[in-house]
Structures are given as C-alpha cells and as structure tokens.
C-alpha cells in the first residue's frame, strides 16, 4: 500500500471518529478531483456535480468504520466510480422528466365562450325545470340520471320499491320535457 492511500484511510478513520480537521484535509485532497470528474459527468452543470461530490463524500462517511485500507479500491476510485453511478442516475432521471420541446404550443380542448354561454344556459334552464317537479319525482331523476345510480340503490335511498323508482323517474322525464319543451323557446331551431 502506498503512503498516500495509507494517509487517505488514517484521515477517513479519523474522520469517522468524529476528527472535522481530518475529514476536511480528505475532502481538500480528493474533493477537487473528483468535482472535475463529476462536472465532465455532468455536461458542465456545477449545481448537479456538487450534489454528487457531496453525496459521495457523504456515502464515503458512512463507509468509514469498515475502510479496507488494505483492499484492491484506492478511495479516489471508489469515489469515481460512485460518482460516475451518481453522475448516470441524474442523466436518466432528466431523461424521464424532460421538458416539453421547444415552439410545442398544445392545443386548448376547452369549449369556446359560445359554447360554455349554451352550456350554462341549458344548465340553468335543467335547473329550474328540475325545480318546478314534484320532490320524490326530483329526488328519483337526480339519482337516476344525472348521479347515476341504479335503481335498487334509489329504492333503498328513497325507502320505496324498484317498482316506484321506476315510475317515479318516468314521470319525472315526462314533465322535464314537457317543461324544457315550454322555456325553450324554440333554441333549438336557432341552433
């Protein structure tokens, strides 16, 4: 082993003891290094290869109490070579979250002014013509129609049988119609 890993892995033990002098002088030693590294790994972006130079160092931190001094991975390697995993990772998640290209305007599926004016319209005149029906043929039609439930369910919320909801809700639409029929006004032939 050479004087200068052997110094790296005294430094790092110190460090792992609590030893900020020591855990400085190993980030003066190898940080600059490895943020050059990092850097090239990331096209450039510094903001990007600090975050990786400190999650190294910090993953390095961890490793502290169990350093092989003595294994085959000098510390500047192991550092690189989890850098550069680092450095991969970043690029593939920028690859998943990329940003819509440039000049791609998407189109607005949101109905026009006209058509949200007839929408509401229509709406309110529903509204009113479900207002001027009787109270249990109101509550069956809203059930049924416009928040979809079955008829058994309707039975079972209106305490009566299939058999009422039934008839309840077709009288219910006839007198919407005809109601409808009478406020239209004849809108449908100015369509």
Not at 139 to 164: F, T
Request: one cysteine or more; hydrophobic letters at 40%.
């Amino acid at each position: 082993m050479t004087d200068d890993c052997q110094t790296e892995a005294d430094l790092l033990a110190r460090a792992g003891r609590g030893d900020n002098a020591a855990a400085a002088a190993l980030l003066d030693r190898l940080g600059p290094r490895l943020m050059a590294f990092a850097r090239r790994m990331t096209a450039g972006d510094r903001a990007l290869a600090e975050d990786i130079v400190q999650e190294a160092f910090l993953r390095l931190w961890k490793r502290a109490g169990d350093w092989d001094a003595q294994g085959s991975a000098q510390m500047s390697s192991w550092l690189g070579r989890v850098a550069a995993n680092l450095a991969i990772d970043a690029r593939r998640r920028a690859s998943r979250t990329q940003g819509m290209p440039d000049g791609w305007d998407p189109e607005d599926g949101s109905p026009g002014v006209e058509t949200r004016m007839m929408r509401d319209e229509d709406l309110s005149a529903l509204d009113r013509a479900l207002a001027s029906l009787p109270d249990r043929q109101r509550e069956a039609v809203v059930l049924r129609h416009i928040e979809g439930y079955s008829n058994p369910d309707i039975a079972a919320m209106m305490d009566c049988g299939v058999e009422a909801v039934e008839s309840l809700t077709a009288r219910g639409k006839r007198r919407l119609v005809d109601v409808m029929r009478k406020t239209d006004g004849g809108r449908d032939e100015k369509r």
